[in-house]
């Protein structure tokens, strides 16, 4: 049951975990989780990237191999915008905290976003995710999502967001799980898109437990805390991302499932190209066992008005 | 063996008008919503329509049916509703169509009534005069398609409704309406019934357009209990004596438009053999929804509404729908 609830969790964070809630991250190559926050876009862009991860636990140890490739596509034309962001090849490990052993399987992931954007104030979104990875020959698991949200822009830079997502878990022939992923945040944007810019942004997600009729699919209520701060001087962008995930009572347990991740970033802004390094250093937890991930991402994006 | 048909066949219509797209127009007896691409109950309430404009929306809702604790079927439903209104100096005209299918997984051996399908077509018109009456006159035609028990497992019926109904305003904010509803089931497998539908209900709207706004509202439907026996080789019907309160509050700043709006419909009913299980005298359905949407002066209107459904008889329906809406104002 951990191995499935495992797997369940991570197709779940799988490629929104980085992404920002109320204001665009300050690399565009970078996707927004809350579709309200794609008008606070500075005109279109086009981006890609990819990642590479290294995941270990005492028994095991899977080195460095290639996590995930990524495009992303924002096309801005007036007040509506729209995002497009696809990742084509994702690998990621179950990992089966009863043996501590780590088990690769496929997938892939995308999500498009549409918002308007009002009197440079208020933002509309509604959203639309699929992430799909094939976990066995015949055990195909898709999470797919609806999203609206909102945001808005108070005192120039001051921004506040809330959405709701309504998340539908389909598990082989396991069973369907569904339930709402409320999400909120605030960000504080300074500076001048063409010089220098301050970024910071804080959110909180919160998804109920959900368990199918039969108990043979659950998750437990799961709590995501996330905070930013990116720093754009002299066409470098520095940027730190921490971020907190914990399932309670995870398998029925007493123990939480504790997920723990910090992101640091060095880019380079070279008129509309903006190029992103970043590592990710990362343990997941639950009583004594531990997995430990470390990542290497590199993004690149052309911006164009 | 009859009543107890004749009550399932009715509950199985009321929760076809319960399902996706009445939700659409919860509140809107007397005033339309501040969100112009909102069909209307009432057609006097088209009247006070403010701009021309034409929307869609697409809905998908979930969830289940538990019997006793157990849960007996699984619900899933998909649908998608067009409007448009269009308004001729101080002639109003609204059209709307909805449909909505739901698909059920379970044992069909529960008895107990589904709705499968339902499609709604409205057209209303309404005069509007000096600012001061809006009189309106309309037709609805519900079809739907439900599952009533194991050998009665597609039952379609169709509800006509002819409409009039007449809006007055007072005190620049105030608003108070009155509607008629003649109402005409018919269909397949029980005979037809007519019943009277009558609605009322007052509201406040407050500020102007480009401003902040305010619109509450808060209206009544109540129709008494109607019956019919079998004739030939159709059962008998009843229409049980039923009253629906509507709730709306709705606030708009910069555009940017806060929607709650609540439903609550009761039916005395007499299924005291249902299911074999405990009786009842009671089947009730609530409604929740709230929504947040950008509405412009004019252009391209975006938004959606999450909503929350029960249906409690001796068994309890559980659903929740998310609702996007995207349209175009004139």
Redesign the interface.
């Known amino acids: 049951m951990s191995r499935l609830l495992f797997a369940v969790l991570s197709i779940f964070l799988a490629s929104t975990s980085w992404a920002q809630v109320v204001i665009p991250s300050l690399d565009k190559s970078l996707p927004v989780e809350m579709a309200s926050a794609v008008s606070w876009r500075i005109g279109s862009t086009i981006g890609i990237g990819t990642t590479f991860a290294q995941d270990e636990t005492e028994a095991e140890k899977v080195d460095y191999y290639n996590n995930e490739n990524a495009v992303l596509m924002a096309y801005q034309p007036g007040s509506v915008v729209g995002e497009l962001y696809y990742t084509p090849v994702q690998r990621m490990n179950d990992w089966d905290t009863s043996s501590d052993a780590l088990t690769t399987y496929t997938g892939l992931g995308g999500r498009f976003q549409l918002a308007i954007r009002g009197e440079n104030r208020v933002s509309v979104g509604i959203g639309y995710g699929l992430d799909q990875a094939d976990i066995s020959s015949d055990t195909v698991k898709k999470n797919n999502y609806y999203e609206g949200s909102f945001s808005l822009r108070m005192l120039g830079g001051l921004y506040v967001g809330a959405g709701l997502q309504r998340t539908k878990l389909t598990y082989g022939s396991i069973g369907t799980l569904k339930r709402n992923r409320v999400v909120a945040g605030v960000a504080l944007l300074l500076g001048n898109p063409m010089g220098n810019m301050f970024r910071t942004e804080a959110s909180y997600k919160l998804s109920p437990e959900a368990q199918t009729d039969d108990e043979a699919l659950t998750l437990s209520k799961t709590s995501e805390m996330q905070l930013s701060v990116e720093v754009l001087f002299a066409d470098f962008l520095f940027s730190f991302l921490y971020q907190k995930t914990v399932m309670s009572d995870y398998n029925g347990s007493s123990n939480a499932y504790n997920i723990e991740n910090n992101r640091y970033g060095l880019g380079y802004k070279l008129g509309s190209f903006t190029l992103g390094l970043y590592r990710h250093a990362g343990s997941e937890m639950i009583g004594d066992y531990r997995l430990v991930k470390r990542k290497y991402q590199c993004t690149m994006s052309f911006n164009f008005i | 063996m009859m009543a107890f048909t004749k009550t399932v066949l009715k509950v199985c219509f009321i929760l076809a008008l319960g399902s996706g797209f009445s939700a659409n127009a919860i509140g809107q007896i007397v005033t339309p919503s501040l969100d112009p691409t909102e069909p209307v109950l009432m057609p006097s309430a088209s009247g006070w329509r403010e701009s021309m404009s034409v929307g869609v929306k697409y809905l998908?809702r979930?969830g289940?049916r538990k019997l006793d604790g157990?849960?007996v079927y699984?619900l899933d439903s998909a649908g998608y509703g067009i409007n448009t209104s269009l308004n001729f100096s101080n002639f109003f005209l609204d059209a709307y169509y909805g449909t909505d299918t739901t698909d059920v997984q379970g044992d069909p051996t529960n008895d107990g009534p589904v709705n499968l399908d339902s499609n709604d077509s409205r057209l209303n018109f309404s005069l509007a005069g000096d600012g001061f009456v809006t009189i309106g006159l309309g037709g609805r035609v519900i079809q739907s398609t439900d599952f009533a028990d194991a050998s009665n497992d597609s039952v379609k019926a169709t509800e006509t409704r002819t409409i009039g109904s007449i809006s007055i305003k007072t005190f620049d904010m105030f608003f108070i309406g009155l509607g008629y509803e003649r109402v005409k089931e018919s269909g397949d497998y029980a005979v037809n019934l007519n019943w009277n539908n009558m609605n009322g209900g007052v509201a406040m709207k407050l500020g102007d357009p480009g401003g902040v706004r305010l619109r509450l509202e808060y209206s009544l439907a109540f129709s008494s209990k109607v019956e019919n026996d079998a004739q030939g080789d159709r059962v008998g019907n009843v229409h049980p004596k039923t009253s629906v309160s509507y709730m709306a509050g709705e606030l708009m700043f910069?555009?940017?438009l806060f929607a709650v709006k609540g439903e609550e419909t009761k039916m005395e009913v007499d299924l005291s053999d249902y299911n074999g299980g405990e009786g009842i005298d009671e089947v009730k359905i609530t409604k929740s929804q709230a929504?947040?949407?950008?509405i412009?002066g004019n252009?391209?209107?975006?938004?959606?509404?999450?909503v929350t459904d029960q249906t409690t008889a001796n068994y309890i329906d559980k659903t929740?729908e998310?609702r996007?809406h995207l349209g175009y104002l004139f």
């Open positions: 998908e979930s289940n157990s849960q699984q910069s555009g940017l929504g947040v949407l950008w412009p252009g391209l209107t975006l938004g959606f509404y999450f929740s998310f996007i």
